[in-house]
């Protein structure tokens, strides 16, 4: 049985269009095979790595260095847009819904919407046709409420978003901003009776550095710039001005460990050479234990990892493990030398390329200090 992806549509316009034509000729090509490698909903990976192998991997003119250059063209013209989230980037077609009028089916997508940009759902589930945002349907289903939906696809976040959405309840998406987190709420539960009161919760201004639930009332209390001085540790070593984290809530408990004594001597000192708290430390635990049930050392875990972040792809992001997992082989097969993917920067000028192609490990390392220097 063929897949949806095999019925992907070109408007018949397409080689006369405008926009399409002030690109270059491999950029068009690009374009064609992203449409139909895309998504119900005209997503996919903005990774180049990703996109070489998986939407032209038999493609010889449009090599790995090549394809950061082509979609910075589409997006010029607002074809594509290229976004982040959690340390991800991701394309958006933009004129998905013009191409794609004549499709009857529309599944969830597993990323996450841009900002400003609505899902149009229409899918089968427990044996009823589900419609969202879709033209000449109404929300929902004809026997199951919508609140009852957003329950049922609260492990599916783009469909959950949909949901809220008809329903009116319009959570913030973001670029740049932190996004409704498919794993879960860590907030710190409200305490049982005796326990005393719950400290309220304080919403940090932008570009405040970020500041632990049990300080923030002591904090204000002291004399200085919001108490900040406080705070200081001077054993602590400051943290260099970069992008944006973006990360989960963390929670007031202490992190629940591994069992393993050796995974969690790796993510302690992970933590503490990011110098805050690890969000989620049970969901990177199952990835560490991989990694060292696959033969890597404690020492080329934390070595690839403070690689990446010193990397122009990773500095300033927090880089999970199951991502670490998936570098881990290049990393240490190249004796150490950082996987040449991290090079690029992702949503820096909306498909920014690198000067120079960079081909070999030293021509990585040079690509490096000239970000650091610039």
Known sequence: ?????????LRSNLSRAKDLGRCSALAQYLYCL?????????????DPDTIKMDVCPRVKEVGFDDIPGHLQELEEQRLITVYTLASEPILQLLQWWDEQAPMQWAYPSGYMPADGWDD????????????????GAADGTTSV??????????????AALAIRKALGNRSPKASGKPLPNPLGNALPKPPKQGEGEREPQVKSPPGAPYVAPGLRAEAAQQPGE????KLQDPDRPAVAEGPARVRGSVSSRRPKRGGNPQVDMVLEQ???DWGLPIAFWAKEVPF???????GYTAEQILACWRSAQESPRWRGQWMSMATLLGDLGEFVKNGGQPPRKWAWVPGQGRGATREEPVRDPEAVKQAWEEAKRG
């Open 226 to 229: 919001a108490g900040m001085d």
């Open 34 to 46: 992203l449409v139909v490698n895309a998504d119900d909903q005209g997503r996919l990976s903005g």
């Open 1 to 9: 049985m063929s897949s949806r992806k095999d019925r992907r549509m």
């Open 120 to 135: 149009r759902l229409r899918f089968r589930h427990a044996n009823k046709v589900i419609t969202l945002n879709w033209p």
């Open 288 to 294: 560490v234990k991989k990694a060292l049930d696959q």
């Open 270 to 272: 992970i933590q503490k």
């Open 145 to 158: 409420p919508l609140s009852e939906l957003a329950d049922r696809f609260a492990q599916q976040p783009s």
